[in-house]
C-alpha cells in the first residue's frame, strides 16, 4: 500500500484547508484509516481516525469539533477537512491505514505510513 497526502500550505488562523490521502494498492476498504501529526519539536500525535466502513469517527480532543475526517472507498481517498485553524495546529500531517485499529496511543497490526504534507497557520 502506498499512500500520498497533500492539500498542506499556509493560512491565516480562523481559516480552513483540507487534506487528502489517496492509497493505492489493494483492498481499501479493508483498512481503519487516520490522521496524525507532527509539530516542530514534538512527539507525533494522534489527530482522528475513520472506520474501514466510515461509519465511526474518533478524535482528539484538542480538534474536535473543529476537524472532520471521512472516507470515499471507491475513490480510495481519505479526506480531513480542517475548520478554525489555529496556530496551534501547524505540523505537518500524515496519513496511516492499517489492517488492525487505529487508537490514539497505538496502531495494531500491520499499518503503512504516507509522506506528511505540511500546514502552517500563521497568527
Same mark, same amino acid.
Given at each position: 500500500?502506498?499512500? !500520498?497526502?497533500? *492539500?498542506?500550505?499556509?493560512? !491565516?488562523?480562523? *481559516? ?21 501529526? !507532527? ?41 480531513? !477537512? ?17 489492517? *488492525? ?23
Amino acid at each position: 500500500v502506498q499512500l !500520498q497526502a497533500s *492539500g498542506g500550505g499556509l493560512v !491565516q488562523a480562523g *481559516g480552513s484547508l483540507r487534506l487528502f490521502c489517496a492509497a493505492s494498492g489493494r483492498a481499501f476498504r479493508s483498512y481503519d484509516m487516520g490522521w496524525f501529526r !507532527q509539530a516542530p519539536g514534538k512527539e507525533r500525535e494522534f489527530v482522528a481516525v475513520i472506520s474501514r466502513s466510515g461509519d465511526t469517527t474518533y478524535y482528539a480532543g484538542s480538534v474536535k469539533d473543529r476537524f472532520t475526517i471521512s472516507r470515499d472507498n471507491a475513490k480510495n481517498t481519505v479526506y480531513l !477537512q480542517m475548520d478554525s485553524l489555529k496556530f496551534d495546529d501547524t505540523a505537518v500531517y500524515y496519513c496511516v491505514v492499517s489492517e *488492525g485499529s487505529i487508537t490514539p496511543s497505538y496502531i495494531h497490526g500491520t499499518h503503512y505510513w504516507g509522506k506528511g504534507t505540511l500546514v502552517t497557520v500563521s497568527s
